[in-house]
């Protein structure tokens, strides 16, 4: 199928009402989820997969996807007016945001920001649409060594480039491999970790765990201090932003859309990254650095331009070679192995409606977005002032439904409980949940492609290093790990 | 941090020790032919290294100064403890007593006692978030909640 035919078949899905009702949905829940601090994209994917069951594999992940795309243009809402990220990708925009709305300038920084999201967003469907297609012959290529070594290299990365320690992050995703062996062992038939539990012999629940650490772990944590959030009382007037505005602003706008949609196609890459990375490169670039964190709008144009391109460019590596980029690539990756589809270079053949409709919802999911976030911002100004003390007790209880419905099966819950203490004390030492999921769902991929590496070798570890891609991203890998120790400057001795 | 650090990395060594010494009861087999517990004991092996790694970094540093990213502020425990016990007992009673019964006293719990809400609050809000997640999930959703002592008609 060549692109435009592509494009026309994907429309002619995207369009049906039902699809479209999913769209919308989705990049509404997305808005809301973003909007509200301590629930992540993340939490509220993990809390409706489940609902996947009943709806087809398309509808699903439309709306899975717009929730994802949906909580990078919320996100900047809280950001802005009351200093507090709605989520992670949008910590940055606090830095000039809040400054801008402090200087009663709310409303062009609300406007360039979800503009700004609109016309990345838009950019990175597009690049989607033209890349996807090409990457996936090129994907073909790829045999169980090649896997291998991208799924190294993607656990790397995002070592890598989180945010605290990398020794930790890397830990953490030693421990999601580990994980991800308990249940049953299909080339053997053992069961490997289950100690006798009936909820263990299928593996530990993608859904529950997820629930576990980023929704319980999170509400756990919060509920440690009590979060109180002072919304800036000022009339929000005039969301379209100046010429003078539209100036400083295209071209931040231009590179965090390039930037953001390649570093969101690399593996472990994604939005939180782009939208750092976005900030640092305007600062370094702009004539006046010292106006960044006083209220400059490029230090919002850039990364919220940035975080939404990165968002579509994750779906290339889910959707192509069926590896998710991040965390919530990864969940998706779930749901679609929920439905029986395995992403892969073979889906745009073998699933052409989920394939092209998906990239298509995009596009108008974008246009929903720039419909809801500029009239709308009033109404999420009032959902803002929900207290979190009522909504915590309903956070617990979807991720106290979402669980049991997985296998109508207590052990689930418990599995999520324990889960959620997991997730609490990962954030009181130190330890991010990110490259655990990552680890956990790319496991069993992660095994088959090694097995049947050394077996089409016969045992020879060579392998990976002789066929020149495998090589290649396992240099990669190991560049990354060495980085640190290479530009490690001598610890500074300060009084604890 | 640091001394977080060494608390962490300790149990994680021995945590890796437990997995490498079941993942060699598995078997771990030979390169031509992995068994089933080959992934899990290099995985474990490599977080024994980076446990270690961690332990040695943390007890060689001379008090750096904590990354303000790393570990949440601390504040008061109780609150998360409360919420654990009450997810723990709403776990073992759950399908005994019924989703609608457990998920009353759950939020209005951690309504009154947890967040320190007046009766009337805690009671009506645990009663509308009950029936609405019955009406959602259940009605809507077709999940099938455990019905317990209550049974929930459709």
Redesign the interface.
């Known amino acids: 199928m060549d692109l435009l035919s592509g494009l026309l078949h994907g429309f002619s899905v995207a369009l049906q009402p039902h699809n479209l009702f999913y769209c919308f949905l989705g990049v509404l829940i997305g808005t809301l989820v973003g909007v509200l601090p301590g629930l992540g994209p993340a939490a509220a994917i993990a809390l409706l997969l489940?609902?996947t069951f009943?709806t087809g594999p398309v509808s699903a992940t439309i709306m899975l996807a717009g929730i994802y795309y949906g909580a990078m243009y919320g996100g900047s809402t809280t950001s802005i007016l009351i200093n507090i990220p709605g989520e992670a990708a949008s910590v940055v925009t606090c830095l000039d945001g809040y400054q801008m709305a402090r200087q009663g300038r709310a409303g062009p920084a609300l406007g360039m920001a979800a503009i700004g999201s609109f016309l990345a967003g838009t950019f990175s469907v597009v690049a989607l649409t033209l890349f996807a297609p090409f990457l996936a012959n090129v994907a073909l290529r790829f045999g169980p060594p090649e896997y291998f070594a991208l799924m190294v290299l993607g656990l790397t990365i995002l070592a890598y480039l989180a945010?605290?320690?990398m020794?930790?992050a890397?830990?953490m995703a030693?421990?999601g491999?580990?994980l991800s062996?308990v249940g049953l062992?299909i080339?053997?038939g053992?069961y490997?970790?289950t100690y006798g539990f009936l909820t263990l012999s299928d593996g530990l629940g993608l859904i529950p765990v997820v629930m576990g650490l980023f929704g319980?772990g999170e509400?756990?944590?919060n509920?440690?201090?009590?979060l109180t959030r002072e919304i800036f009382a000022t009339k929000i007037k005039g969301l379209l932003p100046t010429l003078q505005d539209w100036k400083v602003s295209i071209g931040p706008i231009v590179r965090g859309s390039f930037l953001g949609f390649f570093l969101g196609i690399l593996p472990g890459g994604g939005a939180i990254i782009a939208s750092f990375a976005s900030y640092a490169m305007e600062k370094k670039l702009s004539r006046n650095p010292e106006k960044f964190g006083t209220g400059a709008i490029e230090g919002v144009a850039g990364p919220e331009a940035a975080n939404n391109s990165a968002a579509g460019g994750g779906f290339i590596p889910l959707l192509v070679l069926g590896l998710p980029a991040n965390a919530v690539m990864a969940l998706l990756l779930g749901g679609l192995m929920i439905q029986g589809l395995q992403p892969g270079p073979l889906l745009i053949v073998q699933a052409p409606d989920l394939f092209w409709g998906v990239i298509t919802s995009m596009y108008l999911g974008n246009i929903f977005l720039l419909i809801l976030n500029l009239p709308l911002i009033g109404l999420w100004v009032r959902v803002l002032k929900i207290p979190y003390?009522?909504l915590?007790?309903?956070v617990?209880?979807f991720c106290?439904?979402g669980s049991?419905?997985v296998n109508?099966s207590?052990g689930d819950?418990?599995v999520m409980?324990i889960f959620?203490?997991v997730g609490?004390l990962m954030?009181?030492?130190?330890?991010e949940g990110a490259p655990l999921v990552l680890a956990l769902v790319l496991?069993p991929m992660?095994?088959e492609s090694?097995?049947q590496s050394?077996?089409l070798s016969?045992?020879?570890?060579a392998v990976f290093f002789t066929r020149p891609i495998s090589a290649g991203l396992l240099l990669s890998a190991l560049i990354l790990l060495l980085l640190p120790l290479l530009l490690r400057r001598p610890?500074?001795?300060?009084?604890? | 941090?640091?001394k977080?650090?060494r608390?962490?990395a300790a149990f994680?060594l021995i945590f890796s020790g437990l997995?490498a010494i079941?993942s060699h009861r598995?078997?771990v087999g030979?390169?031509?032919?992995?068994?089933?517990?080959?992934?899990?004991f290099f995985?474990?092996v490599?977080?024994g290294l980076?446990?270690l790694?961690?332990l040695i970094?943390s007890a060689r540093?001379?008090?750096?100064?904590?990354?303000p990213?790393?570990?949440?502020?601390?504040?008061?425990?109780k609150?998360?403890a409360r919420?654990?016990a009450a997810?723990?007992v709403?776990?073992v009673l759950?399908?005994t007593l019924g989703f609608l019964l457990c998920?009353l006293g759950?939020?209005a719990f951690?309504?009154r006692v947890?967040?320190r809400?007046s009766w009337p609050v805690a009671i009506s809000?645990a009663v509308l978030?009950a029936l609405g997640?019955v009406v959602v999930?259940q009605f809507w959703?077709?999940?099938?909640?455990?019905p317990g002592i209550v049974p929930i008609y459709f």
């Open positions: 489940p609902t009943y945010k605290g320690s020794l930790k890397l830990m030693a421990l491999i580990v062996c062992d080339v053997s053992s490997r970790f319980l509400i756990l944590s509920l440690e201090v009590s003390s009522i915590f007790p309903l617990i209880l106290l439904v049991y419905s109508n207590v819950v418990v409980v959620g203490v609490y954030k009181k030492f130190g330890y496991g992660l095994e090694l097995r050394l077996i016969h045992g020879a570890f610890a500074v001795a300060v009084e604890e | 941090m640091k977080l650090d608390v962490s994680w997995v079941e598995l078997g030979s390169f031509r032919s992995p068994g089933p517990g080959f992934l899990p995985s474990s490599f977080l980076l446990a790694a961690l970094d540093a001379t008090g750096v100064a904590a990354m990213e790393e570990g949440t502020p601390s504040g008061s425990w609150s998360p919420a654990l997810l723990s709403y776990v759950l399908e998920t759950l939020i951690l309504l947890v967040e809400k809000t978030a997640s999930f959703l077709k999940i099938q909640l455990p």
